[in-house]
């Protein structure tokens, strides 16, 4: 079975500057999707950002992007230029085929003024 | 408006007393699933549904039902309720395979 970890609670980042929040996976699938999704207070489920393992590139979407390592299962997310908008609890999340998604337990972030 | 739609927002409830939180997707999607988030635990699947009349279980499916009677319209349902089924609850749906799933605004449910 899939899982995922997300060694990081709880991070906190200046406005303005750049932070990496960690995600490492296990499966033993060679195609597969990784996603980030952000949760506001609101709690919404948010797309922020998709990688499929079958690309090389990292993808960016804006301020962030990724570090998709696939031989180490790793992949982090980069924000850069924090803004207060994106304190949430950030989600990593594996799926096969587009239809399971496994998630780990999530990272809060909080962006300070 | 492209959306998946959930409700209540929010439900207390007492113990046994049956419920249903209903989720509809306007974006003639296959592919329905349901997750609870709680915390420390991320998000896990509870029912998935690939279309009409076609159901399965995901990871936590003990002390729930759905239905998929028609492709718009995914309920889960609570038949005797539980307090270790307190949680936020989402609904999401997704179209073509390699499209990444929408998510309803979730429903917070507290059972007494």
């Known amino acids: 079975a899939q899982t995922v970890t997300q060694s990081q609670p709880e991070m906190s980042v200046q406005e303005a500057e750049t932070v990496t929040l960690s995600c490492t996976y296990d499966t033993s699938e060679s195609n597969y999707y990784l996603f980030w999704y952000k949760q506001p207070p609101s709690r919404q489920m948010i797309l922020v950002i998709r990688q499929e393992a079958y690309k090389q590139q990292n993808a960016t979407e804006n301020r962030f992007s990724v570090n998709f390592q696939k031989a180490a299962k790793s992949f982090s997310l980069k924000i850069s230029d924090s803004q207060l908008g994106d304190t949430a609890m950030y989600f990593c999340a594996f799926s096969r085929y587009g239809n399971k998604l496994v998630f780990g337990a999530g990272t809060i972030l909080r962006v300070k003024s | 408006e492209a959306q998946v739609t959930q409700n209540p927002r929010y439900l207390i409830t007492v113990t046994g007393k049956k419920l249903t939180v209903t989720c509809s997707q306007n974006m003639n999607h296959e592919y329905m699933s349901w997750y609870r988030q709680d915390p420390g635990l991320g998000l896990r699947q509870i029912y998935y549904?690939?279309?009409?009349?076609?159901?399965d279980k995901g990871d936590v499916p003990e002390g729930y039902k759905v239905s998929r009677k028609e492709k718009r319209n995914f309920p889960l349902i609570l038949e005797s309720p539980s307090p270790n089924q307190t949680s936020l609850y989402f609904c999401?749906?997704?179209?073509?395979?390699?499209?990444?799933?929408?998510f309803g605004d979730g429903t917070r449910l507290s059972i007494l």
């Open positions: 999401a749906s997704r179209g073509v395979s390699n499209q990444p799933q929408h």
């Open positions: 549904s690939m279309n009409v009349e076609v159901t």
